[in-house]
């Protein structure tokens, strides 16, 4: 198989963490989706469809949600008790000067949305100088070499193998897809593009191993084992100068800790989310046709073909027919009514399957 070859359990739920990813990202996402999450109506022109999926109104429940919990959460820093020497690595857990507090907020905010992520400490390694036999913690420092905490999110990894090593059930392969900006050919100065990679990470006889792939360049085939190469050579990580018998990845849901896959925790939110959208999207529809009435005119005709009859208080109606009559026509019935009643339990609805903060808030004493 492939190196790009996805998990089942990854196939089965990649299409509800797309849906959770763009109702949590708001309006644009989700009217970008069309029909994905609006359907046409019935010989519905694409014209007459974008102007019906513009007027919907989308309530964005699902971020508010995932803002709120996650505001509650870190409502207080939290109390972190580590070593002093570990203490200066959690100012900067990724390289880019990120605190620790950001890193848990992000892994947080990713378990809110589509229920799993993953995090991978890594280090570059520490360049040893002629005549030295090991690189110490010290060589590390003063190369600038630090361990860093990555977060992968959890469409980034597309595949992972568990096995048994003494006697418990551990990570023994996982594939993340990632992108590498490259020169473009010819070279631009201002202007790079980005290529697909796969970082390989398993356990080679017994030992922690990490290998980069791409796909090679010219004709490709789908699906052929034989499109990629690797890029540099295996990279066998050390700690404290010693080679690591684990994986160091893992993998976070909202319930535990390890590679089994569980649906969102807001998934029912996101869906009534987006039952909310298409009901406001023919509330609106409803509105946009009946909120003006019409005027209908009987019994009335024009000298000429083309010729128009204004109506406003500048203008006069006059009809040599005794028997025509005029009159403005409005809507009248419980259809919108309904529509209206429904978005109300749909909000109410929305609440109760997470969204409690949406609800208006009364002042008591």
Same mark, same amino acid.
Request: hydrophobic share 40%; charged share 25%; aromatic share 8%.
């Given at each position: 198989?492939?190196?790009?070859?996805?998990?089942?359990? =990854?196939i089965?739920?990649?299409?509800?963490?797309?849906?959770?990813?763009?109702?949590?990202?708001?309006?644009?996402?989700?009217?970008?989706? %069309?029909e994905?999450?609006?359907? #046409?109506?019935?010989?519905?022109?694409t014209?007459? =469809?974008? !102007?019906?999926?513009?007027?919907?109104?989308? =309530?964005?429940?699902?971020?508010r949600?995932?803002?709120?919990?996650?505001?509650? +959460?870190?409502?207080?820093?939290? #109390?972190? $008790?580590?070593?002093?020497?570990v203490?200066?690595?959690?100012?900067?857990? /990724?390289? &880019?000067?990120?605190?620790?507090?950001?890193?848990?907020?992000?892994?947080?905010?990713? !378990?809110?949305?589509?229920?799993?992520?993953?995090?991978?400490?890594? @280090?570059r390694?520490?360049?040893?100088?002629?005549?030295? #036999? *090991? &690189?110490?913690? &010290? /060589?590390a420092?003063?190369?600038?070499?630090?361990p860093?905490?990555?977060?992968?999110?959890?469409?980034?990894?597309?595949?992972?193998?568990?096995?048994?090593?003494?006697?418990k059930?551990?990570?023994?392969q996982?594939?993340?897809k990632?992108?590498?900006?490259?020169?473009?050919?010819?070279?631009?100065?201002?202007?790079?593009?980005?290529?697909?990679?796969?970082?390989?990470?398993d356990?080679?006889?017994?030992?922690?191993?990490?290998?980069?792939?791409?796909?090679?360049?010219? *004709?490709?085939?789908?699906?052929? !084992?034989?499109?990629f190469e690797q890029?540099?050579? /295996?990279?066998?990580?050390?700690?404290a100068? #010693?080679?690591?018998?684990?994986?160091?990845?893992?993998?976070?849901?909202? /319930?535990?800790v390890?590679?089994?896959?569980?649906?969102?925790?807001?998934?029912?939110?996101?869906?009534?989310?987006?039952?909310?959208?298409?009901?406001?999207?023919?509330?609106?529809?409803?509105?946009?046709?009946?909120? +003006?009435?019409?005027?209908?005119?009987?019994g009335f005709?024009?000298?000429?073909?083309?010729?128009?009859i =204004?109506?406003?208080?500048?203008?006069?109606?006059?009809?040599?027919?005794?028997?025509?009559? @005029?009159?403005?026509?409005e809507?009248? %019935?419980?259809? +919108?009514?309904?529509?209206?009643?429904?978005?109300?339990? $749909?909000?109410?609805?929305? &609440?109760? +399957?997470?969204?409690?903060m949406?609800e208006?808030?009364?002042r008591?004493?």
């Amino acid at each position: 198989m492939p190196i790009n070859t996805e998990h089942a359990e =990854y196939i089965k739920f990649k299409v509800k963490w797309k849906r959770c990813r763009d109702v949590a990202a708001g309006s644009d996402a989700v009217h970008a989706a %069309g029909e994905a999450y609006l359907p #046409k109506l019935k010989e519905q022109s694409t014209q007459d =469809y974008n !102007a019906y999926n513009q007027r919907a109104t989308f =309530y964005n429940a699902t971020w508010r949600t995932i803002a709120g919990l996650t505001g509650m +959460l870190f409502r207080q820093p939290p #109390k972190i $008790e580590v070593p002093t020497t570990v203490a200066e690595l959690l100012r900067d857990m /990724d390289g &880019a000067g990120q605190p620790v507090q950001v890193l848990l907020q992000d892994v947080c905010e990713q !378990a809110l949305t589509v229920g799993r992520v993953a995090v991978l400490v890594d @280090a570059r390694p520490v360049i040893k100088l002629p005549g030295m #036999k *090991v &690189a110490t913690l &010290a /060589d590390a420092r003063t190369q600038g070499v630090q361990p860093q905490m990555q977060v992968y999110y959890t469409e980034s990894v597309i595949n992972w193998r568990t096995g048994k090593i003494a006697g418990k059930t551990v990570l023994t392969q996982a594939v993340l897809k990632e992108t590498e900006q490259v020169a473009k050919d010819p070279p631009d100065e201002f202007e790079v593009k980005e290529e697909d990679r796969w970082r390989v990470l398993d356990l080679f006889e017994g030992r922690y191993r990490q290998r980069v792939f791409r796909r090679k360049s010219g *004709v490709q085939v789908p699906g052929v !084992a034989s499109d990629f190469e690797q890029v540099g050579e /295996d990279i066998f990580p050390l700690l404290a100068g #010693k080679l690591l018998g684990y994986i160091p990845l893992t993998i976070m849901g909202t /319930d535990d800790v390890g590679t089994e896959v569980d649906d969102p925790p807001l998934i029912d939110l996101v869906d009534m989310n987006l039952s909310h959208y298409r009901t406001s999207a023919d509330y609106a529809h409803g509105c946009h046709f009946t909120a +003006l009435p019409t005027l209908f005119l009987a019994g009335f005709k024009v000298d000429n073909p083309g010729d128009k009859i =204004y109506i406003g208080s500048a203008a006069a109606i006059v009809a040599p027919n005794a028997d025509a009559r @005029a009159t403005f026509v409005e809507f009248s %019935g419980a259809g +919108l009514t309904a529509l209206e009643r429904k978005l109300t339990r $749909e909000e109410q609805a929305m &609440a109760v +399957l997470g969204a409690r903060m949406l609800e208006p808030q009364q002042r008591q004493v």
